[in-house]
């Protein structure tokens, strides 16, 4: 049986940095890999990874969870470029679950795991290496804010970043809307479906003059 070793990014996090995970097979649970992202949400993120993939490409997934962002990135892939994916991964079970469906890739030198926080592991990565990054981490303001700043630098020119959750631009809803949004940047509750807090950061960094795909919860933003 083949050992999968993690990279552990960050002296803070809880797991002890010398653990082993251990996939014990190769089948992917498709139905726990689609419930992250709508099939239109797919679509739009294979297509944007169409248009940087070649042999040198170097995605980076911040947020991934059970690996369903990650999949998509691979696919298109097919065995060329690398990805990086980076999560916390505090819950072990879904770690477990990421190992298990994406086994072959992270054997296959194809992707590469990093158990970390975004502010962290963004210290490991020089400025204007990554041809995508994808962000669906921590939806508050605050972290959302953070991580586009964060990021944006370490994003090609000709590249894009991009995220997840993007309901619609701030300046397309109604004032008594955006005073609902502003009021729950830390905690979504709003009465309509809207992340606040991803909605809010779009705006505060770009003014929102980034793009939604149509149809989609997709954002990005061309470099």
Excluded at 84 to 108: C, K, M, T
Excluded at 119 to 128: G, P, S, T
Excluded at 181 to 196: G, K, M, R, V, Y
Aim: net charge negative; hydrophobic share 40%; aromatic share 12%.
């Amino acid at each position: 049986m083949d050992t999968i070793y993690c990279v552990f990014a960050s002296p803070y996090h809880k797991i002890q940095t010398n653990k082993v995970f251990k996939g014990e097979n190769a089948i992917t649970d498709s139905a726990k890999v689609k419930a992250e992202l709508s099939f239109l949400d797919g679509v739009a993120l294979a297509d944007l990874a169409k248009k940087v993939a070649c042999d040198s490409t170097l995605i980076a997934d911040i947020g991934c969870y059970r690996g369903g962002s990650s999949s998509v990135f691979l696919q298109v892939l097919y065995g060329r470029g690398l990805v990086i994916s980076i999560d916390p991964w505090e819950n072990l079970e879904i770690l477990d679950d990421f190992l298990r469906q994406l086994r072959p890739f992270v054997i296959g030198n194809l992707l590469i795991p990093i158990i970390s926080y975004s502010a962290h592991a963004v210290k490991l990565f020089a400025n204007e290496i990554f041809d995508l990054i994808f962000i669906d981490a921590d939806h508050t303001y605050k972290s959302v804010k953070q991580d586009i700043e964060l990021w944006l630098p370490k994003v090609k020119k000709g590249g894009f970043l991009c995220g997840h959750d993007c309901d619609g631009k701030y300046l397309s809803y109604s004032l008594e809307e955006r005073a609902e949004i502003d009021a729950n940047l830390e905690n979504e509750q709003t009465s309509f479906e809207c992340h606040a807090g991803v909605t809010r950061a779009l705006y505060d960094v770009f003014n929102d003059e980034y793009e939604k795909v149509t149809m989609s919860r997709i954002w990005f933003k061309a470099l």
